[in-house]
C-alpha cells in the first residue's frame, strides 16, 4: 500500500525530475530559520521547540532531529531513510523553507503547534515565497522540554524523497544507456 | 506533506509567471483592485491555500459531531496525524497506526488543500450522527462544481469520532479514483 500511495504522490514529482534536469546543490548549507524568529519564541515555550527542531532539519542533522522526538514517535521512524533524504533531495527541499507559527492550542500535558510553511528559496536573508503549506505538530513535555510526539510527516516525506532519488538514479542510468 | 504539494497543482515557475502575468492584465482591465490582485496572484503562485480556521472550528459547537468533523478537516489539512486518527474510530490496532497514519497524511492533503467544507446538516441518530458536508473546490483552475458528501460518526467515551472505514474509503476514492485495492 505505501508503495502504491507514494507511486500516486510521486509521479509528477518524477515527471518534474525526468524534464527539469539535475539542480545543482547549494554550496553551503545554511541554518535559515528566519533570522530573528527563532530568538523570538520563549526557550521555554513548544514554539520554541518547533522551531528547533525545523532549524535540524534544515541543518541536516539528523540525529540532532530524531533526539527530539519522543520515544513513541521514534520507534517506526526508518532512521537510516531519513538520514538519507534529510542528505539529499528532503534536505534540499526543507532547507528552503520558511516556517512561521500561526497559533498553539494547549491540552492537559502537551500542545499542537499550528504552522505555516513557506516553500521557495532563500536569497540572504529574504524568503521568497513560491508556495506555502501547513504543518501542526503535536508535542508532549518530557523531562523539562517540550518534544515532537508524532513522526508520520517525517516518514512520508522521507519515503517520498528516496523514492524519487532511486528513480532519478534509474533515469540517469537509462538516459546515460541511450546515449551510450 | 509537501514536497508533493508541488505535483498537486503548482504550475511550474514560467507557466505561473505567464498565468500571473494574463491574470495581472485581465483584473486590471476589469477594475479590479489592489487586494483582489494580490489574491489572484497568490493562487497561481499556489500559496493561497484555504485553511480552515480556528474560528470555523470553534463555530460548530464544542462535542459535537460537526466540531469532530471540523477538527478532523483541520488535522488532515495540517498533516497532524496524530489528531487526525485520534478523531476516527475504531482506533487502528498497534500495528497498523503507523500505516494507517501515513496513508491519512499522504493522502489527506490531495483533498482538503484545495477545498474547504461546509456543514449542510447534523442529523443525530441512536448513538450515531450523520454529517452532510458540501465540498467547495477553492482552486479556480480547476473549475470544479461543489460536490456533497456524508460522513457517518459514533458517539465514543471520548466523544464524537469519525468512523474510520467510510472515511478512509472516501479519501481513497477521491484520491486514487478508485475503491481500494485498484
Known amino acids: 500500500m505505501r508503495l502504491a500511495v507514494l507511486a500516486v504522490l510521486g509521479l ?9 534536469g539535475t539542480d545543482p546543490r547549494p554550496l553551503e548549507h545554511r541554518v535559515v530559520v528566519e533570522p530573528g524568529r527563532l530568538e523570538a519564541e520563549s526557550r521555554r515555550s513548544p514554539e520554541h521547540s518547533v522551531l528547533a527542531w525545523w532549524s535540524t532539519l534544515q541543518a541536516r542533522e539528523p540525529e540532532a532531529a530524531i533526539g527530539l522526538l519522543t520515544p513513541a514517535a521514534r520507534r517506526p521512524l526508518d532512521r537510516a531513510e531519513f538520514r538519507s533524504a534529510l542528505r539529499g533531495g528532503f534536505g534540499d527541499w526543507v532547507e528552503a523553507t520558511a516556517p512561521r507559527v500561526l497559533y498553539t492550542e494547549r491540552e492537559p500535558g502537551g500542545a499542537t503547534v499550528y504552522m505555516r510553511i513557506d516553500i521557495g528559496d532563500w536569497i540572504g536573508s529574504v524568503h521568497v515565497t513560491e508556495e506555502s503549506a ?6 508532549v513535555r518530557r523531562d523539562g522540554r517540550w518534544m515532537i510526539d508524532n513522526s508520520t510527516w517525517l516518514r512520508v516525506n522521507s519515503a517520498l524523497h528516496v523514492a524519487l532519488q532511486q528513480a532519478a538514479r534509474q533515469e540517469r542510468t537509462r538516459r546515460k544507456g541511450e546515449t551510450e | 506533506m509537501w514536497p508533493q504539494r508541488v505535483r498537486r497543482g503548482a504550475a511550474p515557475w514560467p507557466a505561473a509567471l505567464v498565468g ?37 472550528v470553534e463555530s460548530q459547537p464544542a462535542g459535537s459531531p460537526g466540531r469532530a468533523v471540523m477538527e478532523l478537516w483541520r488535522a488532515v489539512q495540517f498533516d497532524d496525524a496524530k489528531t487526525a486518527v485520534s478523531l476516527i474510530a475504531p482506533r487502528p490496532a498497534a500495528a497498523e497506526l503507523p500505516r494507517t497514519e501515513e496513508l491519512v497524511i499522504a493522502l489527506g492533503g490531495v483533498v482538503t488543500d484545495s477545498a474547504k467544507p461546509r456543514i449542510l446538516e447534523v442529523d443525530r441518530t441512536a448513538g450515531g450522527a450523520r454529517v452532510s458536508l458540501e465540498i467547495v473546490s477553492t482552486d479556480d483552475r480547476q473549475q470544479q462544481p461543489a460536490r456533497r458528501t456524508e460522513l457517518k460518526l459514533v458517539r465514543t467515551g471520548l466523544g464524537w469520532r469519525v468512523l474510520a472505514e467510510q472515511a478512509l474509503g472516501q ?6 479514483g478508485c475503491d481500494w485495492p485498484c
Open chain 1, 12 to 20: 509528477p514529482a518524477l515527471a518534474c525530475l525526468a524534464g527539469c
Open chain 1, 134 to 139: 501547513m504543518l501542526a505538530l503535536p508535542v
Open chain 2, 20 to 56: 500571473s502575468a494574463i491574470a495581472a492584465l485581465l483584473t486590471a482591465a476589469c477594475g479590479s483592485t489592489d487586494a483582489e490582485l494580490r489574491r489572484t496572484l497568490a493562487a497561481e503562485r499556489g500559496t493561497a491555500i484555504e485553511v480552515v480556521s480556528r474560528a470555523q
Open chain 2, 171 to 176: 479519501l481513497r476514492k477521491e484520491t486514487l
